[in-house]
């Protein structure tokens, strides 16, 4: 579990750090706003490529293989990261981590689901949310702390350490729990896999980098990820034994975890993308001071993420999820009110509001989906939970990026005076209210649906009789 956490926490922190770091790059070599966050749609896209194919892996190679083997891109990726001198081998550092990312989550997902029974997973699950939701909080702000003192280069000089430490840990440690049945590779299935969820995620990242849902690019990208994805699925079900195995939708639970996950994480990343933006650009804070704003928020979602697992295993999910999809509704709705007059306590009590919601509902619709699953399907389910994560973040970004720059243009297009800049702190805050407003129909959308949501019911004696043979 520490190793595991600890790998996980850099993945994460990975994934959100450098975001805060780009204006500094575009600097230092000369790149443009859409090259420079390749730096950020390259790693999802590779998330979006690999972890599909990790349910495959999961069970071609043992516990220990594919944990060395992810720590060993995330390692090297990482140093020459810390290393770089050139955009062209950040980005190759990016995507290495990425390769490292991808493979530990469902690795992580599928291990505990194994080595813990039932009844004890929310606990641990718990303790993994901590990881999954502090990770990214915590990304900003330490990277706006090593920007300010020291360079860009620092965030991965952080990790580096870290991942080290949790490989030793691992190798001392790590035992090989899962089974390995060596299922067909099937090289149409993979091909079909890449093509569809790369193609949606780097459509709907470069919509939301370029604010522009007419281009050419995205439209194709889209189209071919979605047509693809269709011949996917249809070619699983005719398969003896399927790349991915789309019998987990047959579970009720599952389906309903997993559309409360992939709403869930629209609302995170918009809201963590949209809500930095609005403090740098109307009202005017450095990253670092941002960063301090959203700290509150990720320590007590981070706080509360094993305190939830520990009520998740006494009441089930149906007393957390719905009142906190509420609470994230309500949070959004007065997010939506913000502007340049809000006072900075207000944001921060609105933010650790909106992550005392969020923490009431990934962990504990993730965990209960998962344990409907019998035990041969849980590398499939987590690698269908993962990577429905990764296509929900490039969907709410892209959506929200777009919306709110639609509402800067809108209001910029009746101003008298478009080139003051208080006219132009105000409409970045009439754009971002509208964002708000997006993510806030995404929650309702999200609090119609767990409604149905139920606690599943799995016998401690036979599940631990099965896990101990």
């Not at 990975?14 to 230092?28: F, G, P």
């Not at 360079?151 to 190798?171: A, K, R, T, V």
């Not at 949501?453 to 631990?464: F, L, P, Q, S, Y």
């Amino acid at each position: 579990m520490v190793a595991l956490c600890t790998a996980g926490f850099i993945g994460l922190f990975s994934e959100t750090a450098l975001n805060i770091a780009l204006s500094d790059l575009m600097k230092t070599f000369e790149l443009s706003a859409a090259t420079a966050q390749w730096l950020t749609t390259g790693y999802l896209l590779t998330l979006g490529i690999l972890v599909p194919v990790s349910g495959l892996l999961l069970q071609w190679f043992t516990t220990r293989q594919l944990f060395i083997s992810a720590l060993a891109f995330a390692i090297a990726g990482t140093l020459l990261g810390a290393l770089s001198f050139s955009f062209e081998l950040l980005m190759v550092s990016r995507v290495l981590q990425a390769i490292g990312t991808g493979l530990l989550l469902p690795l992580m997902f599928n291990t505990i689901l194994i080595i813990f029974p039932p009844h004890k997973r929310g606990a641990a699950m718990g303790i993994v949310g901590l990881v999954i939701m502090f990770a990214p909080a915590a990304g900003p702000m330490l990277a706006g702390l090593m920007i300010e003192f020291l360079s860009w280069h620092y965030i991965f000089w952080f990790s580096l350490p870290l991942l080290i430490l949790s490989l030793f840990c691992g190798i001392r440690y790590m035992q090989n729990v899962s089974a390995i049945t060596k299922p067909g590779i099937d090289l149409l299935s993979i091909a079909l896999s890449t093509a569809g969820f790369g193609g949606i995620v780097f459509g709907f990242s470069h919509a939301g980098e370029s604010g522009g849902w007419s281009s050419m690019l995205v439209i194709v990208s889209i189209a071919v990820g979605a047509v693809s994805l269709v011949l996917f699925c249809l070619r699983q079900n005719v398969m003896k034994q399927p790349m991915l195995n789309l019998r987990v939708f047959q579970y009720p639970m599952f389906t309903v975890g997993l559309v409360m996950v992939f709403l869930c994480f629209m609302v995170i990343l918009s809201s963590m993308l949209v809500l930095p933006l609005f403090l740098q650009n109307a009202m005017a804070m450095s990253a670092m001071t941002a960063g301090l704003v959203l700290l509150p928020g990720g320590v007590l979602n981070g706080i509360l993420s094993p305190i939830v697992g520990v009520l998740f295993d006494k009441f089930g999910p149906r007393w957390l999820v719905i009142p906190g999809l509420a609470l994230i509704a309500v949070v959004l709705w007065f997010f939506s009110g913000v502007t340049v007059a809000s006072s900075v306590g207000l944001i921060i009590v609105l933010h650790c509001c909106l992550m005392l919601g969020i923490s009431f509902v990934m962990m504990p619709s993730q965990t209960n989906g998962l344990n409907q699953l019998p035990k041969q399907l849980y590398p499939d389910g987590t690698a269908i939970m993962n990577t429905l994560q990764q296509i929900a973040g490039a969907i709410g970004t892209a959506v929200s990026v777009s919306v709110l720059s639609k509402g800067v243009d809108s209001y910029m297009s009746r101003s008298a005076a478009p080139t003051n800049p208080h006219e132009a702190a105000i409409a970045f805050s009439n754009g971002s209210q509208n964002a708000f407003v997006f993510a806030m129909l995404v929650a309702v959308i999200g609090f119609a649906i767990a409604l149905f949501i139920r606690r599943v019911k799995v016998a401690k004696g036979a599940e631990a009789a099965r896990s101990m043979h």
